[in-house]
C-alpha cells in the first residue's frame, strides 16, 4: 500500500547504481583508456611470462615487474573509481594520486620497455611483449594528456583553495560596503 502512495512521486536515485560512470573522478573516455590500460599491461605481462629463455633477466624481471604492477593496480583504480568503493577508503585526493600513479606508470612502462628491447634474444615473444609495454606507455601518457586537457592538473584548481578534509573549501568573502535597507527621507 505504502509503495503505492510514493511511486508516482518518486524518481529512482541515479547514483544508486553500483557502476558511476561517468562520475566526478572518471569520465566515459578516461573509463574507456583505463580499461585499454588494464588489456595491454595484462596482454604485456601473460607474453613476458611465456618467455622461456632470457639473455639479461634482469631487464625481463623490470618488465615483468612493471607490467604486473601496472595490470593490478589500474584494475584497482578502475575497480574504486567506477564504483562507490572509492568512498569508503578514506582517501580525498583522487584526482592527485590518479594523474601521479599514471604518470610514474608511463614513466616505469618507457624505461622497462626500452630496457627489456634492448637485453632480449630477439624472439618473437619477447618482442611482442615491448610492443605491447610501448602501447601501454603511449595508453597511459594519452590518459594523462585527456587528464590535463579535461581537468588541468590536479593540484591547482584554477585559483580555487581546496579542500583538506573532504568538505567545501572555505572561502573568506569581502566585508559588505552597502547597507541592505537604507531608510531614505
Request: hydrophobic share 45%; charged share 15%; with cysteine.
Amino acid at each position: 500500500m505504502a509503495s503505492e502512495v510514493y511511486s508516482s512521486t518518486t524518481t529512482p536515485n541515479p547514483k544508486s547504481s553500483w557502476c558511476l560512470v561517468p562520475s566526478e573522478h572518471l569520465d566515459k573516455i578516461r573509463f574507456l583508456l583505463k580499461i585499454t590500460e588494464v588489456l595491454l599491461s595484462f596482454v604485456a605481462f601473460i607474453l613476458e611470462e611465456v618467455v622461456s629463455s632470457c639473455a639479461s633477466c634482469t631487464a625481463l624481471y623490470f618488465f615483468e615487474f612493471v607490467s604486473c604492477t601496472a595490470f593490478l593496480f589500474t584494475l584497482l583504480l578502475l575497480i574504486l573509481l567506477s564504483t562507490t568503493l572509492h568512498t569508503r577508503v578514506g582517501i580525498t585526493c583522487w584526482p592527485k594520486l590518479d594523474f601521479l600513479y599514471t604518470a610514474g606508470i608511463a614513466l616505469l612502462f618507457l624505461i622497462s620497455s626500452i630496457v627489456f628491447a634492448a637485453g632480449n634474444n630477439g624472439s618473437t615473444l619477447e618482442r611482442s611483449a615491448v610492443v605491447f609495454g610501448f602501447l601501454a606507455m603511449v595508453v597511459f601518457v594519452v590518459d594523462l594528456f585527456w587528464f590535463y586537457k579535461t581537468r588541468g592538473f590536479p593540484w591547482q584548481r584554477g585559483g580555487k583553495p581546496e579542500s583538506s578534509n573532504g568538505g567545501p573549501a572555505v572561502v573568506n568573502s569581502p566585508p559588505e560596503t552597502e547597507k541592505l535597507n537604507s531608510v531614505t527621507e
